[in-house]
């Protein structure tokens, strides 16, 4: 079983500040399989990055995923008001997959 | 319109049982790996299960393996879970999704219901 690690817990920035998430994964995650996905109060998740580094359709340029192995990274690049969220970092590798705990951004 | 619409959430109290349901709509139900994931009261997401196209292939977590069952029937493009001897720890909003592509396990979710809450208290 592969265990997340996201950190920090709670990232306080300001609109126009860049924003790095990291996913740590306990073993390393095959083919790089690293999703993220955004999450507001009261929604369900939306998908963001997939495989790593994919963006999802729709998603913005600004947001950006990167790493390999057991190190991930989710970052945005410049924050806008709708992107302050709870994020998720989930591996897509195998049969049983997991999130990690979640990072919140605040403004 | 692409959608998924869960239903049969509800209170509950501890040990009984409860069946979920999700309908899909605006897409070929069929064609689609569906996942069962939740969310407890300010919590994080916790995956739950996975089912393939046909129904022929499920995957549950360990944390509810023996408890909860997911199946599908492809002819009401709908998805459920089964969920026997609920416990308090069971309480969270239950969501439905959708993998992006048919026919193969992606274990990602491109397509997500608004959830049903699930309470379980004496």
């Known amino acids: 079983e592969i265990v997340l690690t996201q950190s920090p817990g709670t990232l306080s920035l300001s609109p126009g500040d860049r924003a790095t998430l990291s996913c740590g994964a306990s073993?390393?995650?095959?083919?790089?399989?690293l999703a993220w996905y955004q999450q507001k109060p009261g929604q369900a998740p939306r998908l963001l990055i997939y495989?790593?580094?994919r963006r999802a359709t729709g998603i913005p340029e600004r947001f950006g995923g990167s790493g390999s192995g057991t190190d991930f990274s989710l970052t945005i690049s410049r924050l806008e008001p709708e992107d302050f969220a709870v994020y998720y970092c989930?591996?897509?590798?195998?049969?049983?997959?997991?999130f990690g705990q979640g990072t919140k951004v605040e403004i | 319109q692409v959608q998924l619409a869960e239903s049969g959430g509800g209170v509950v109290q501890p040990g009984m049982s409860l069946r979920l349901s999700c309908a899909g709509s605006?897409?070929?139900?069929?064609?689609?790996?569906m996942h069962w994931v939740r969310q407890a009261p300010g919590k994080g997401l916790e995956w739950l299960a996975a089912i393939s196209h046909e129904g022929s292939l499920t995957y549950h977590a360990d944390s509810v393996k023996g408890r909860f069952t997911i199946s599908r029937d492809n002819s009401k493009n709908t998805l459920y879970m089964d969920m026997n001897n609920l416990t308090p720890e069971d309480t969270a909003i239950y969501y439905c999704?959708?993998?992006?592509?048919?026919?193969?396990?992606?274990?990602?979710?491109?397509?997500w219901g608004n959830g049903t809450t699930v309470t379980v208290s004496s």
């Open positions: 073993q390393t995650i095959g083919n790089n399989y």
């Open positions: 605006g897409f070929t139900f069929s064609s689609y790996t």
């Open positions: 989930q591996h897509h590798s195998n049969s049983h997959p997991a």
């Open positions: 495989a790593s580094y």
């Open positions: 999704a959708r993998e992006p592509y048919t026919f193969v396990f992606y274990y990602y979710m491109t397509l």
